[in-house]
Each structure stands twice: as C-alpha cells, then as structure tokens.
C-alpha cells in the first residue's frame, strides 16, 4: 500500500512537470504571436517601396528623398525642407 507521503510526493512531481511544459508550450507561443523574426525584412521591403516612388513632395516645405533601415529595428525617414535656409 502507498502512504500518504508517496502519494503527496508523486503530486508534486506531475504538478512540476505538468507547470514545466504549461510554461514551455506559453514561452514559445507568446514567442511566435508576438515577435516577428522577420522584422529586418520588412522594414527593408517597406525602405525599398518608398525609395521607389522617392523623391516625393510632402508639403509646400518638405519632400522626402528616401527611407533606410539602421538596424533591425530602426527605420529612418530622409527629408529636405525646401524654404528654409542653412544659417536657419
């Protein structure tokens, strides 16, 4: 017969197992819905789409000449603004 404190013990061990691949399967599921990997890519495909139709005019005072990505996660805008003077 089994006593009292095996069957506590045993508990505990599936409790343990059972939390650790709760928390295995939550940890790669937030992973896949939340982080995109492919974030790089994208940023450089939507640079590439603007700089296609670059230079374009944005308001009597600007135009945007192009797009770059710095990193993977830092896109950067390239404007003129045209009515303003360098001492300015």
Do not use: C, W
Not at 17 to 25: H, N, P, R
Not at 28 to 33: E, I, K
Not at 52 to 63: C, G, K, M, W
């Amino acid at each position: 017969m089994k006593t009292e404190e095996q069957t506590t013990t045993k508990q505990k061990v599936i409790k343990g197992i059972t939390f650790g691949v709760s928390f295995i399967v939550a940890y790669f599921a937030v992973q896949y819905l939340f982080f995109d990997a492919n974030l790089e890519d994208k940023l450089k495909d939507a640079a590439q789409e603007l700089n296609e139709i670059s230079p374009q005019q944005i308001d009597q005072d600007t135009r945007l000449d192009s797009a770059s990505t710095v990193s993977d996660k830092i896109f950067k805008y390239h404007y003129t603004l045209l009515n303003l003077e360098k001492a300015k």
